[in-house]
């Protein structure tokens, strides 16, 4: 099914360590997001993509790097996690940047101890 | 600062009884506007959206929105509501049509009593 593809599901990770999640979608779409949601936070955004080859930040981007690796791929990563960065991350995607209905993954689940 | 706000964390609807969401928005221009919902571990599915136009919209699920410009909100709305409605309600906006990302409201859980 076309969609937006997450990895992994859950992970558990000890302070300091390193990890990236995936993210891919098949639907040739320009734009790639990706979020964290907390409890009574609703959904942040950490940083964007509006293009192939192009990435900005969002509202909380400190402790993530992102890569566009090609118009499929949008990748984050946690270069040394923290527990504030426990979290569930959903990773979304849009034709066009504005005009935004986005699809979304099923999500990402990060504990950090 | 530019926000989004829903005031309501938390609403309690009786089943077969009717829901107002709202949501509230401080950005200059007209945004465009979403309602998203979320069912516990999923993932967000989109309900409605806005653009322009006709300022009463319908969505799935027989849920609509009313934009009003000049109270700067986008309420959501349902005439009766069932069991499977209870899930987490987001507000969104992409601030300018310029290109810019969905920022989201923080939610209200609705629950649904019988």
């Known amino acids: 099914n076309a969609g937006v593809t997450q990895t992994p599901k859950f992970q558990v990770l000890k302070t300091g360590q390193s990890m990236t999640l995936q993210c891919a979608q098949d639907m040739n779409h320009n734009s790639m997001y990706w979020y964290r949601q907390d409890p009574g936070m609703g959904l942040r955004l950490i940083y964007y993509?509006?293009?192939?080859?192009?990435?900005d930040k969002g509202e909380v981007p400190n402790g993530y790097n992102v890569s566009r690796l090609n118009k499929r791929e949008f990748s984050l990563r946690l270069e040394s996690a923290a527990p504030s960065q426990t979290s569930v991350y959903f990773c979304?995607?849009?034709?066009?940047?504005?005009?935004?209905?986005?699809?979304f993954g099923a999500g990402s689940r990060l504990t950090v101890l | 600062a530019q926000s989004v706000t829903q005031p309501d964390i938390h609403i309690t609807v009786s089943e077969g009884a009717s829901l107002e969401l709202r949501c509230n928005y401080s950005y200059g221009a007209t945004p465009y506007l979403f309602w998203y919902v979320q069912s516990p571990g999923q993932g967000l599915q989109l309900l409605l959206k806005?653009?322009?136009?006709?300022?009463l919209v319908q969505g799935i699920k027989g849920f609509e929105a009313e934009f009003k410009r000049s109270q700067s909100s986008f309420n959501l709305r349902k005439p009766s509501v069932h069991w499977s409605d209870a899930a987490e309600y987001f507000c969104a906006v992409v601030p300018t049509r310029a290109g810019t990302a969905l920022i989201f409201g923080k939610g209200t859980t609705l629950s649904v009593s019988s």
């Open positions: 806005y653009f322009s136009g006709d300022t």
């Open positions: 979304a995607s849009t034709q066009v940047s504005g005009a935004n209905v986005l699809t």
């Open positions: 993509s509006a293009s192939e080859g192009t990435t």
